[in-house]
């Protein structure tokens, strides 16, 4: 089943409801250069700050997972995954498409809706990467999004810390994280 793509978008974009975890002014600082050719594939949501997209009133994103795949136009596919908490344990997918915005390739627009609805995209920020592309950081510089993403579906404990140092030095709460539940890795 399938979460409708339009309804996604707004909740992306809407500003009213979503808490604002950022209380600085000031953009916070990204990556200086992220390698989209290096950072596409798989990765496990390991935290995230609660949102409606992924924690409703119905269920909750358990097996969270994002794919993003360069595209020959330059722009990037994105493949949201969960596993709803329910008892049938439904997936929800939604796709999507990134775009870069500036030159370092740390700054994305991404966009769930049809192309023809305007204002539907959502910042997405690196603002963190381990050297190895194996964790990230990633965000909104507004505050009301935040995600720690791995490679792999548990994070080494030092890599979280670090990463969880980077957001508080870029002025976003850590206290809301919610650590998302991932299945053993196979």
């Given amino acids: 089943m399938r979460t409708p793509v339009l309804l996604i978008a707004l909740m992306l974009t809407a500003c009213s409801g979503q808490p604002d975890y950022r209380a600085e002014n000031q953009p916070p600082e990204t990556v200086p250069h992220v390698d989209i050719e290096r950072y596409q594939g798989l990765w496990y949501e390991i935290a995230r700050y609660p949102n409606r997209f992924e ?4 269920y909750i994103c358990t097996a969270v997972t994002a794919e993003y795949a360069l595209r020959e136009d330059g722009r990037i596919d994105v493949i949201n995954t969960c596993r709803k ?20 390739g740390a700054k994305l627009k991404v966009k769930f809706a049809p192309a023809w609805v305007p204002f539907a995209s959502g910042d997405y920020w690196v603002l963190d990467l381990t050297e190895d592309y194996s964790a990230a950081l990633v965000g909104s510089p507004d505050g009301k999004y935040l995600w720690l993403l791995s490679r792999t579906p548990i994070i080494p404990a030092e890599t ?11 002025g976003y709460q850590t206290d809301p994280l919610q650590f998302t539940l991932q299945p053993p890795a196979r």
């Fill in 85 to 104: 908490d329910t008892p049938e344990g439904e997936v929800d997918v939604a796709n999507g498409v990134a775009r870069v915005v500036g030159g370092n």
């Fill in 55 to 58: 924690d409703t009133p119905d």
């Fill in 160 to 170: 979280g810390r670090r990463l969880m140092e980077a957001a508080r030095a870029r």
